[in-house]
């Protein structure tokens, strides 16, 4: 009987978040295919931006974090983790691990975006690499698994030792062969309460 009380109560009770669960004070997040995904608030409620498009969300009951929704989409952050990472789930396609980005000055995390008259095959692989000039031993990488044209956004974290590194990027297709790089560029110095953030050309 208890049991069966209890079932009940969770099933009508109203959606929400776990009170320590936090969406990123920025309310934008850098996914791992180079989406930008980004939170707002209308009068009508909270909604997504994503590839362009605004999408209506509604909040879901979680045990712990937040969830959100919207048609062929959801959005989940686990407990104060989601004020850095969120997974974004589509429709018949992997999940993927989006980044926060800072609304303030965060050191060591840069930020930015490649760009390029550059076409993108299928299954190609960007890096986005952080080293001091003529080594070949970078000092921080990630890889981006590019879900859609340029431009992209990126998101790397690096040690705080890292003066005189360079940024760069890399295009590789499905078999490795190098397709596009940019230029190297200096690591930024983030301007006073923002974070580093830099925009790489393919060429």
């Known amino acids: 009987m208890h049991?069966?009380?209890?079932?009940?109560?969770?099933?009508?009770?109203?959606?929400?978040?776990?009170?320590?669960?936090?969406?990123?004070?920025?309310?934008?997040?850098?996914?791992?295919?180079?989406?930008?995904l980004r939170f707002d608030r209308r009068g009508y409620g909270p909604v997504l931006?994503?590839?362009?498009?605004?999408?209506?969300l509604a909040q879901r009951w979680v045990w712990s974090g937040f969830r959100f929704t919207a048609p062929g989409l959801a959005v989940r952050g686990r407990g104060r983790e989601g004020?850095?990472?969120?997974?974004?789930?589509?429709?018949?396609?992997?999940?993927?691990?989006?980044?926060?980005?800072?609304?303030g000055t965060s050191p060591g995390v840069v930020t930015?975006?490649?760009?390029?008259?550059?076409?993108?095959?299928?299954?190609?692989?960007?890096?986005?690499?952080?080293?001091?000039?003529?080594?070949?031993?970078?000092?921080?990488?990630?890889?981006?698994?590019?879900?859609r044209t340029l431009p992209l956004s990126w998101w790397l974290a690096y040690p705080t030792n890292a003066s005189g590194a360079v940024l760069s990027a890399t295009l590789r297709n499905a078999q490795g062969l190098l397709l596009a790089?940019?230029?190297?560029?200096?690591?930024?110095?983030?301007?006073p309460r923002r974070h580093a953030a830099a925009t790489l050309v393919l060429q």
């Open 3 to 36: 049991r069966t009380l209890m079932l009940i109560i969770l099933m009508l009770a109203p959606a929400r978040a776990d009170a320590a669960a936090r969406i990123a004070e920025s309310g934008r997040y850098i996914c791992t295919d180079g989406n930008d």
């Open 49 to 56: 931006i994503l590839d362009g498009r605004e999408h209506r």
């Open 83 to 103: 004020e850095k990472t969120v997974t974004l789930s589509r429709s018949n396609r992997p999940d993927l691990l989006c980044n926060a980005v800072p609304a």
């Open 112 to 147: 930015g975006s490649v760009t390029g008259a550059v076409t993108i095959p299928q299954g190609a692989r960007l890096t986005i690499t952080l080293a001091r000039p003529g080594s070949t031993t970078p000092i921080a990488s990630t890889i981006i698994r590019p879900g």
């Open 181 to 191: 790089r940019s230029a190297a560029t200096p690591l930024p110095t983030a301007p």
